[in-house]
C-alpha cells in the first residue's frame, strides 16, 4: 500500500456522466513526456520508459501470506524519458516540479522525499544489489495512472525507473528481477512494508492477460481475459482513510494466526486447520485467517474459470471476494459496499468487488463491452443514491508490462 504522500501525482480519474473513458493512444504519452523533457532540459532524450499500473481481479491481502494473487497490467501507464549526465541526477515532472538532485551511486534512504524517492530507491536498490556504479540521469516522469484508486502508481513509477537504469547501465537485469528492485525500493528506501505483487504485474503484464502469481515461487501463469470482457475501475471517490494502520494491524493479525496454527505462512493452512483450532483463537484473529485461506482458493478456481470462460462462475467468486474482504478481513467501507452492491445490480456486470487495501478508493469489475455504457450509467445512478457521491469510472484494458521504447517521432 503506497504512502500517498509519496505518490507521484499522477492523473487522477476524470469524473464523467454516464460514460467510460477509454485509454489515449499508447505514444499520447510518450510524446508528452518528450516535449517537456526538451523544454525543461533543452534537448533530447537518449531513452524512453514505461510502466503499467494494474488491477487486482481476486486475491486481495493474499500476497504477504505467501499465497496467490490474480492481478493485470492496464493500460493506464508512466512514461519517463532520460538522458545521461555527468552532473547529479536530475527528476523533473510537470505536476511536481524539479526534485531534489541526487548521485545514482550515493544515495541512500532517507535522503530524498516524496514522488522523487521512488526513482532514487530504485538508484539505490539496483547499486545495492548489483555493485555496479549507475550513471546520472537527468529524467522527466509524465503519469496516466490515477492515484488513490489502487492501480499501484508507485509501482508503475518504480518500474519505468528501474527499466530506464537497467538499459542506460547495461546491467541486463530480467523484468522480474527488476520487480524485485522495485519491492527493496518501496520496503526499504520509501519504507512502506508491501508484498510484491503490484511490481510483479507491473512488470511481468502481457497484454490481454491476466496473471495467475504464486508468491511463494513467484511462478506467473497467464491466463486471457475473455475477450467479450472489459476492465472498469470504479473509485468511489473516497479517499482511504487509516490505510496504513489497519494495513499493519492485518498483518500482524495474520502474523498471529500463524503462530496460533503452526504454520509458517497463511498460505499452508487449510479450512479443516482453521476449525480445530477455532475454539482457541479470538475471534477476530480466526476470521483474519478464515479470510486469507478462502481468498486463496478463490484465486485458484479463478484460473480455472478464466480458462473456461465460465461468466457466472467469475462472477460468484468475485463477489465471494468482496464479502469475504467486508465481513471477515474488515477492510470496506459504506462507500465499498455500495459501489459493489450498484455494479452487481448493473446490466453487463459479469463480477465485481472492492480492490486494494481499502477503507475507501475503488472496486474492480469486469464488465461485458458491449453494455459498458448501460453498466455505467446504472451503477452511477445506484451508488449516487446510496452515497450521493458522484464516483468516477474508467475502462482499461490489459496490457504489455514495462520496457523501453524507441524513438517515436
Known amino acids: 500500500m503506497p504512502n500517498a504522500e509519496c505518490r507521484m501525482p499522477l492523473t487522477p480519474l476524470h469524473q464523467i456522466s454516464f460514460s467510460l473513458q477509454m485509454a489515449e493512444s499508447d505514444f499520447q504519452g510518450l510524446m508528452t513526456a518528450e516535449a517537456v523533457f526538451e523544454e525543461h532540459f533543452k534537448g ?51 505536476e511536481m516540479g524539479p526534485a531534489k538532485e541526487f548521485k545514482a551511486s550515493e544515495v541512500s534512504p532517507g535522503d530524498i522525499k516524496g514522488w522523487a524517492a521512488y526513482g532514487a530507491g530504485v538508484a539505490w536498490a539496483l547499486s545495492r544489489s548489483t555493485g555496479k556504479p549507475l550513471p546520472n540521469i537527468e529524467a522527466v516522469v509524465h503519469g496516466e495512472v490515477p492515484i488513490g484508486s ?9 518500474l519505468a525507473f528501474a527499466v530506464i537504469w537497467n538499459e542506460i547501465a547495461d546491467l541486463k537485469l530480467s523484468n522480474k528481477e527488476l520487480a524485485k528492485i522495485g519491492q527493496q525500493c518501496e520496503n526499504k528506501f520509501v519504507g512502506v512494508n ?25 511462478k506467473i501463469t497467464y491466463a486471457a481475459i475473455p475477450t467479450e470482457l ?19 494491524e492485518r498483518r500482524e493479525q495474520c502474523e498471529q494466526a500463524c503462530k496460533d496454527l503452526g504454520v509458517k505462512a497463511l ?34 478456481e479463478f484460473e480455472v474459470a478464466l480458462k473456461k ?16 474482504l467486508r465481513d471477515d ?21 459479469v463480477g465485481a468487488r472492492m480492490m486494494g487495501g481499502g477503507f475507501g478508493g475503488a472496486c474492480i469489475a469486469l464488465v461485458k463491452t458491449d453494455a ?31 520496457r523501453t521504447l524507441t524513438k517515436t517521432r
Open 230 to 248: 472489459t476492465i472498469a475501475l470504479c473509485d468511489t471517490g473516497k479517499q482511504r482513510e487509516l490505510a496504513n494502520s489497519a494495513y499493519n
Open 309 to 324: 470462460d465460465d461468466l457466472d462462475k467469475i462472477g460468484v467468486l468475485m463477489k465471494g471476494s468482496h464479502i469475504s
Open 267 to 300: 498460505r499452508d493452512a487449510t479450512m479443516e486447520m482453521l476449525q480445530a483450532h477455532k475454539d482457541s483463537m479470538p475471534d477476530v484473529i480466526y476470521r483474519r485467517a478464515k479470510h486469507i485461506i478462502t481468498e486463496n482458493a478463490r484465486c485458484q
Open 150 to 158: 489502487g492501480v499501484s502508481s508507485s509501482a508503475a513509477l518504480e
Open 372 to 402: 459498458l455504457p448501460d453498466f455505467t450509467a446504472e451503477t452511477a445512478i445506484a451508488y449516487k443514491k446510496k452515497t450521493d457521491l458522484g464516483g468516477n469510472y474508467l475502462a482499461c484494458n490489459a496490457t504489455d508490462g514495462a
Open 329 to 349: 478481513f474488515e477492510v470496506s467501507c459504506p462507500e465499498l459496499d455500495a459501489m459493489a452492491e450498484s455494479a452487481w445490480k448493473a446490466t453487463g456486470c
Open 194 to 218: 508491501s508484498g510484491i505483487m503490484d511490481q510483479m504485474a507491473s512488470a511481468m503484464g502481457k497484454e490481454g492477460k491476466a496473471l495467475f502469481i504464486d508468491i511463494r515461487s513467484l
Open 44 to 94: 533530447k532524450p537518449e531513452i524512453r520508459g514505461v510502466a503499467p499500473g494494474r488491477v487486482n481481479l481476486i486475491g486481495e491481502h493474499t500476497d504477504y501470506n505467501d499465497g496467490f494473487v490474480f492481478p493485470a497490467a492496464i493500460d493506464r501507464e508512466v512514461w519517463i524519458c532520460a538522458r545521461k549526465t555527468k552532473g547529479p541526477s536530475k527528476l523533473f515532472s510537470k
